[in-house]
């Protein structure tokens, strides 16, 4: 006896309406079919919510006061002749940034801890020496652009604003208890200062057709150029923001799926699944082209006021002498007289939130080096007091001005910084022993190192042709500089052998691949909470 097996009736709704003519036939399979569509929108964008942060949280590296300092100095001494600068270096910053991503995603580990595994033990603790000293050196633009900031809004001497950057983010980093979502929330506060730039913008209507000319045509020309395009790199590409992001992806949950870190596929777009890499590409990159849109406005207002034709013999002056501290007279026309007020508000706006990514950038390092913890607030206080000495002689001596030259020299310290990150990162990502199938492609395997190198080979231009006219131009006492020659050009060379060996040293260390699941029993991920979005994503079987 055989048992007949019917599908279930279909409703169907029709009707003839006065034309004569049948409605399109209703199927409520299509209501359901809508309804799955919809909730797998929806879960999608709940996860890729639940992995936006650290791209964002990186980004505030690219805005704070060493950038808007360079970027002052860059259109007030060159219009816009380098704005190829900040568009190439945005650029390479996103590949990097995601190549840190990826590193992080596919291996599990930061890329501090990475080295440490890979590098003999005196190359480690350089290495780590080296990371140490960029966090630091970026800390001082933080330093004097706070100082800068107290010195607008109460009139404190800069010395005194300098001695109280000691302890002001400590009230910030309070937050820290937290986690790390949290705190991605304060990359708001530097959208204030955008939204002034952006606004003079529409006043001094810079010429499209000049800035288009400087986006897209290189050039180095007028005094001072290879120096302030060193500063500019400096500022946008960060080593320490190269660990901090390799780090900060390992808070956020992978999905249970060899496509959660499967690079290769972040673009397919038969993939039903969504890639980890993907999601943090995305974020990284509406963060990063966020931080150009700024960081144009700022040489676009800095070079259109500074080389008007009717410009004021005062303006004149203050763009002579130009800095984050008398920078607030380029906002007049959109503040008016609260210019000042309002710009020093989002001045320490911004020092302040920077701050917070060097903290943990150096937490991360050191943790990644020396497998040493330290508290945050400890952390903190310990690079701030050392940032602040040379922060506090210059502005004793050389005052407003002298503390805007040292912001310029930190950012050029960035910038020579860069190799002993950002070579370990391109041979990481780029060979098999680490990343296995997912390591680079060929594509961008050849425009990282062509890019790296060329950065490489402009400092190492600058400070050999810089150095040798000093001493060919210097005053001192012929002894003096045989003595100063005998000192530093033996740390020139150093410096690029390092680099060299850097390079062509062959990685001997595999690493397994990452387990697509949350290190739950890492230490230093245990303050990074999981969010009510990540949660519900991991909940959720739309995965």
């Given at each position: 006896m055989s048992v007949m097996l019917h599908e279930p009736p279909v409703n169907h709704i029709s009707a003839i309406d006065r034309s004569g003519i049948a409605p399109p036939v209703i199927n409520s399979k299509d209501y359901n079919l809508q309804e799955i569509n919809a909730k797998k929108d929806a879960a999608g964008w709940r996860t890729f919510l639940s992995f936006v942060g650290p791209g964002f949280l990186v980004s505030l590296g690219y805005l704070d006061p060493g950038n808007f300092e360079t970027d002052l100095q860059a259109g007030a001494d060159h219009r816009y002749e380098l704005l190829w600068v900040i568009l190439i270096g945005?650029?390479?910053?996103?590949?990097?940034?995601?190549?840190?991503?990826?590193?992080?995603?596919?291996?599990?580990?930061?890329?501090?801890?990475?080295?440490?595994?890979e590098y003999p033990i005196f190359m480690k603790y350089c290495l780590w020496l080296l990371a140490e000293i960029a966090v630091i050196a970026a800390d001082i633009p933080e330093v004097i652009g706070t100082a800068f900031a107290l010195n607008i809004l109460f009139k404190l001497p800069l010395w005194v604003g300098v001695l109280l950057t000691g302890f002001s983010t400590l009230l910030f980093l309070g937050i820290q208890r937290y986690g790390v979502r949290k705190l991605e929330g304060i990359a708001v506060l530097v959208l204030v200062m955008a939204g002034c730039f952006f606004g003079e913008m529409s006043y001094v209507k810079p010429p499209a057709g000049d800035l288009l000319k400087g986006m897209f045509i290189p050039k180095l020309g007028g005094r001072g150029a290879t120096g302030d395009t060193i500063a500019l790199l400096g500022a946008l590409v960060m080593p320490h923001n190269l660990f901090l992001h390799s780090a900060l992806v390992l808070s956020r949950r992978i999905p249970n799926s060899v496509h959660g870190v499967n690079v290769s596929r972040c673009m397919d777009k038969d993939t039903h699944k969504y890639d980890a890499c993907r999601y943090f590409l995305i974020e990284s990159g509406f963060a990063l082209f966020v931080a150009f849109l700024i960081n144009v406005s700022i040489v676009a207002v800095s070079g259109t006021v500074c080389s008007g034709k009717n410009i004021s013999s005062d303006s004149l002056d203050r763009c002579n002498d130009l800095s984050v501290h008398s920078a607030s007279f380029l906002l007049r026309n959109v503040l008016g007289n609260s210019s000042s007020t309002l710009y020093a508000m989002a001045l320490l706006a911004s020092g302040q939130s920077s701050t917070i990514t060097g903290t943990y950038a150096g937490?991360?390092?050191?943790?990644?080096?020396?497998?040493?913890?330290?508290?945050?607030?400890?952390?903190?206080?310990?690079?701030?007091?050392?940032?602040?000495?040379?922060?506090?002689?210059?502005?004793i001596i050389g005052g407003s001005s002298g503390a805007g030259r040292l912001i310029i020299i930190a950012s050029m310290i960035l910038s020579f910084e860069l190799p002993f990150a950002l070579i370990p990162l391109l041979k990481f990502s780029s060979t098999t022993t680490k990343m296995g199938p997912h390591k680079n492609s060929t594509i961008i395997i050849v425009f990282s190192w062509v890019v790296g190198?060329?950065?490489?080979?402009?400092?190492?231009?600058y400070l050999s042709t810089t150095f040798v006219n000093w001493l060919i131009h210097s005053t001192l006492p012929k002894v003096a500089i045989v003595f100063i020659g005998m000192l530093v050009f033996p740390v020139m060379a150093i410096y690029v052998l390092s680099v060299l060996y850097l390079m062509f040293r062959k990685d001997v260390i595999t690493l397994e691949p990452r387990k697509l699941d949350r290190n739950a029993d890492r230490e230093d991920l245990a303050d990074i909470p999981y969010s009510a979005t990540e949660m519900s994503f991991v909940n959720s079987s739309v995965i």
């Open positions: 945005l650029i390479f910053a996103l590949v990097i940034q995601s190549l840190a991503v990826n590193l992080g995603v596919c291996t599990g580990k930061h890329l501090s801890e990475i080295c440490k595994a937490q991360f390092i050191m943790q990644g080096f020396l497998e040493l913890k330290m508290r945050k607030w400890l952390r903190n206080l310990i690079t701030r007091c050392i940032a602040i000495m040379p922060s506090l002689i210059v502005s190198v060329g950065i490489i080979g402009i400092n190492i231009h």
